[in-house]
């Protein structure tokens, strides 16, 4: 099995990048982002607990995370890795999905992040806030988003450094040129 992360602050173009990733690998693509705005859409429980929480631009709490994870892992028990879009979040987070990933065998094999300057980020999420109507893409949430993932995300590149795992691709260019980025550093690990 293998288990990529692909990491990066809001905005840096992970998700677009994961389903990609996932597709050429054949890997199963798992993004917290995706599976909360479907709760918040179908107006499940969880949907309404993390609509406020995901509205101000905050992070859901490591405990409803891990519970959510160890439930997407589950519905795949036959396939060849995941690639994680958004997740972990935090140094908790990170060593949460350490334990589920030994429970089942296997471990984070590499950590893709995405580097793309705040300025970038903020006219990304701006644009996309004009196309897509997303309510969670105000410049002041934005710039919270940022804050959030600056003081409790980037502590994980120290820790995935530590371990011989991070990999830093330049998170700005077309779209094809920084999944072609990505899939270069994946390939040279397999």
Known sequence: MFHLVLFGPP????????????????????????????????????????????????LVSDELLIEIMESTLNQHPEVAGFVFDG????????????????????????VV???????EIINRLLKRA???????????????????YNSQTQPLIEYYKKRGQFTPVNGIG?????????CRVVEYYL
């Open 11 to 58: 905005g840096s173009g992970k998700g677009t990048q994961s389903v990609r990733v996932a597709e050429k690998f054949n890997l199963v693509h798992i993004s917290t982002g995706d599976i909360f705005r479907r709760e918040i859409r179908e107006k499940t429980h969880l949907g309404v607990k993390v609509q406020g929480i995901i509205e101000r631009g905050e």
């Open 87 to 110: 997740f972990p979040r935090t140094l908790r987070q990170a060593s949460d999905l350490d334990a589920l990933l030994d429970k089942r065998g296997g471990e984070v094999d590499m």
């Open 130 to 148: 004009e196309i897509e109507g997303r309510k969670d893409d105000t410049r002041e949430v934005i710039e919270n988003r940022i804050a959030v």
């Open 113 to 119: 992040a995405l580097e793309v300057d705040d300025r």
């Open 174 to 182: 077309s779209i094809d040129e920084i999944f072609a980025s990505i």
